[in-house]
C-alpha cells in the first residue's frame, strides 16, 4: 500500500482529520449510550456521513486504484453537503438569538453552493488554494456560532455532548481540503 502523499505537513493533515473522525464516532457511541436512541439519533445518522468521508479520504490517501479524483471529489462533496443540508438548514438546532440563527442559516446556504460549485465539478485542477480554505473558513465560522450560541444558553449534559460534535465536520472538511490543495500542486 502505497501512500500518495509523502510530505510530513500532508501526512499529518490526513492525521489530524482520521483523529477527528475517530473521536466523532466515539462520541457518538457514547451519545447513544448514555442519552438512547431517542435523543441522539440526528448525530448518528450525520455519523454516517462523517464515516463514509473518512472511509474516502483513507482510500484516497493511500492511492487506492478502485478510486479515482473524480469520484473521491464526488462522493465527499454529496456527504459534507446532506450534513449541511441536514443539521444546518432542514433541521438546524433551535438557537438563542435570531440574529445567530440568521447568520448560521445564511453561511450554511453559502457553504453548501460552495461545495456543489467547487467539489461537484469535473475540472477541480483549476480551484485556488483561496477557494478550498474559503470552504473550510466558512463551515469553522459556523461552528463557531453554534458554540457561542451554546455558551450564551443554559446547558446541559446533551448541549456539553454537541459541542465535541460540532468541531468534527470543519476538522473532515479541512481534511478534504488539504487533499485538494496537494492533489492541485501535484499536478
Not at 142 to 170: G, M
Request: hydrophobic letters at 50%.
Amino acid at each position: 500500500m502505497q501512500a500518495r502523499f509523502k510530505k510530513r505537513a500532508k501526512i499529518f493533515d490526513i492525521v489530524i482529520t482520521a483523529v477527528a473522525g475517530m473521536l466523532s464516532v466515539g462520541v457518538m457511541l457514547y451519545g447513544v449510550f448514555y442519552f438512547g436512541l431517542g435523543e441522539a439519533w440526528p448525530e448518528l445518522v450525520l455519523n454516517m456521513f462523517y464515516i463514509a468521508c473518512l472511509v474516502m479520504i483513507w482510500m484516497y490517501f493511500f492511492n487506492s486504484p478502485r478510486i479515482t479524483t473524480q469520484q473521491f471529489n464526488y462522493w465527499c462533496s454529496v456527504s459534507v453537503g446532506m450534513t449541511v443540508l441536514l443539521r444546518d438548514i432542514l433541521f438546524a438546532p433551535p438557537l438563542a438569538f435570531y440574529a445567530l440563527h440568521l447568520a448560521c442559516l445564511t453561511l450554511s446556504v453559502l457553504l453548501l453552493c460552495m461545495l456543489t460549485f467547487f467539489y461537484a465539478r469535473k475540472d477541480w485542477k483549476s480551484y485556488t488554494k483561496r477557494n478550498l480554505w474559503a470552504i473550510c473558513i466558512i463551515d469553522m465560522l459556523i461552528a463557531a456560532l453554534y458554540n457561542l450560541d451554546i455558551y450564551l444558553e443554559p446547558t446541559n449534559e446533551y448541549t456539553d455532548y454537541l459541542l465535541v460534535e460540532i468541531w468534527i465536520r470543519p476538522t473532515i472538511t479541512y481534511g478534504l481540503v488539504a487533499c485538494f490543495v496537494t492533489e492541485r500542486e501535484n499536478k
